[in-house]
């Protein structure tokens, strides 16, 4: 299968600093890149869908400024949380759609702390 | 009503039996199907996909797929401890878009 990595796969932060994700798909070329979210024994949550060179599509909920998306290139899309407050502290996965098959692959996930 | 619909589970089963894990679906346009895996704190990896009606085989693991009865199921050969985990059934619509399920827990019983 197709391979999505994820840098950095664990991060501690001090409550209102800024935190970059990194995705990229690394033998594909991911037109779309989904961010995901997912807190101890629940299920995963969308965040938002980003499209190579647009802005991306929050879901209802999702603070767009906190969470800032770009994916400039067809391997590569970043999550920025801003200000990260301790109830941000969770499971961050993104994942790359391929296109044989037409389906998702997912990086191996952020784990971010926020003290 | 969700797009995807699973039990939550758990679902326990001896080592060596079968486990069948099942999902609904309510968009009758829907296209394709995937079962992915997810192991307690990693995150999921795609196990198979199905696009037509019937059974697809690879190694332990069947996808069934039943369209007229918006219907898709997991079944696990010779369960291993091993496959314990979280599985999580998705669908992709026509309008482009994946739906999750919230996934069922199984537990294989050594």
């Known amino acids: 299968g197709a391979v999505v990595s994820q840098h950095p796969s664990w991060v501690i932060c001090k409550s209102g600093t800024s935190v970059k994700i990194e995705c990229r798909s690394l033998?594909?070329?991911?037109?779309?890149m989904f961010w995901y979210r997912q807190f101890p024994k629940q299920s995963l949550m969308l965040m938002a869908t980003s499209n190579e060179g647009s802005k991306a599509t929050y879901e209802q909920g999702v603070e767009k400024d906190k969470f800032l998306i770009n994916h400039a290139s067809l391997t590569l899309s970043t999550l920025t949380v801003t200000s990260a407050h301790p109830e941000d502290s969770s499971f961050y996965i993104c994942?790359?759609?391929?296109?044989?098959?037409?389906?998702?692959?997912f990086g191996p996930g952020t784990r971010l702390t926020v003290l | 009503q969700k797009e995807v619909e699973q039990n939550s589970g758990p679902l326990s089963v001896p080592e060596g039996a079968i486990a069948s894990l099942n999902c609904t679906y309510s968009?009758?346009?829907?296209?394709?199907f995937f079962w992915y895996r997810q192991y307690s704190g990693k995150s999921p990896e795609l196990i198979m996909f199905?696009?037509?009606?019937g059974d697809k085989e690879d190694g332990r693991f069947t996808a069934q797929l039943n369209k007229a009865s918006q219907y898709v199921s997991l079944l696990i050969r010779d369960s291993q401890p091993s496959d314990s985990a979280t599985y999580l059934c998705?669908?992709?619509?026509?309008?482009?878009?994946?739906?999750f399920g919230t996934g069922t827990s199984l537990t294989v019983i050594p």
């Open positions: 994942s790359g759609r391929s296109e044989g098959p037409d389906t998702q692959y």
């Open positions: 033998d594909f070329q991911a037109t779309t």
């Open positions: 998705a669908v992709l619509l026509p309008g482009n878009q994946f739906y």
């Open positions: 968009d009758r346009g829907s296209q394709s």
């Open positions: 199905i696009y037509s009606n």
